[in-house]
């Protein structure tokens, strides 16, 4: 991970907001309740793909939610 005093702003947003979606997929799966799990999950992609197009390498090694059924 970069320093934070070397990252921009928006990067430092962008790695905020990736953890807090991260922590919701998370509490989504605790809680077993498949459209929470949907949604953040794809809130989640959705972060990762806004990063990845401005140029922020994500840590994308922690898997996402398996499909909801």
Same mark, same amino acid.
């Not at 934070?4 to 907001?17: G, I």
């Not at 799966?29 to 401005?54: C, F, M, T, V, W």
């Given at each position: 991970?970069?320093? =934070?005093?070397?990252?921009?702003?928006? %990067?430092? %947003?962008?790695?905020?907001?990736?953890?807090?979606?991260?922590?919701?997929?998370? %509490?989504?799966?605790?809680?077993?309740? =498949?459209?929470?799990?949907?949604? !953040? !999950?794809?809130?989640?992609?959705?972060?990762?793909?806004? !990063?990845?197009?401005?140029?922020? @390498?994500?840590? !994308?090694? %922690? =898997? @996402?939610?398996?499909?909801?059924?």
């Amino acid at each position: 991970m970069v320093k =934070p005093s070397t990252m921009s702003l928006f %990067e430092r %947003e962008m790695q905020d907001q990736l953890g807090a979606a991260r922590d919701a997929l998370t %509490e989504a799966e605790r809680r077993g309740e =498949p459209l929470l799990i949907q949604a !953040a !999950a794809g809130h989640l992609e959705s972060l990762i793909d806004l !990063a990845r197009r401005n140029g922020i @390498l994500v840590d !994308a090694t %922690e =898997p @996402l939610a398996a499909p909801a059924v």
